[in-house]
């Protein structure tokens, strides 16, 4: 199973960066069923919930800091998970985790995608 996130990079505060974290490895139906979310780590940070979102989209949930600024979205067809944020801040700066948790409890990591928030 490989999660791997794409689309972070540099922005200046005020901006917007689309992140992307697509899954290999599972079966359609597992990817449809399990929960995902995103977690993000700044430097000399303990890793954070950002975003989770309920295997068929219903719930979403998102920590305080970003409510109202980043949404978490999925394309069950696509095996892909997104989170579109706007109005980025420089605390806002991290890596980027996808994360996944199936049915059964197993519980899968991707690599991360450096987000730098900087003018």
């Known amino acids: 199973v490989q999660l791997v996130e794409s689309g972070g990079g540099l922005v200046q505060p005020g901006g917007s960066l689309r992140l992307s974290c697509t899954v290999s490895g599972f079966t359609s139906r597992t990817f449809s069923t399990s929960g995902m979310s995103w977690y993000r780590q700044a430097p000399g940070k303990e890793r954070e919930f950002v975003a989770s979102?309920?295997?068929?989209?219903?719930?979403?949930d998102y920590a305080d800091c970003v409510k109202g600024r980043f949404t978490i979205s999925r394309d069950n067809a696509k095996s892909t998970v997104y989170l579109q944020m706007n109005s980025l801040k420089p605390e806002d700066t991290a890596v980027y985790y996808c994360?996944?948790?199936?049915?059964?409890?197993?519980?899968?990591w991707g690599k991360g995608t450096l987000v730098t928030v900087s003018s």
């Open positions: 979102i309920s295997s068929r989209g219903v719930r979403t």
């Open positions: 994360n996944a948790v199936t049915l059964t409890g197993m519980n899968y």
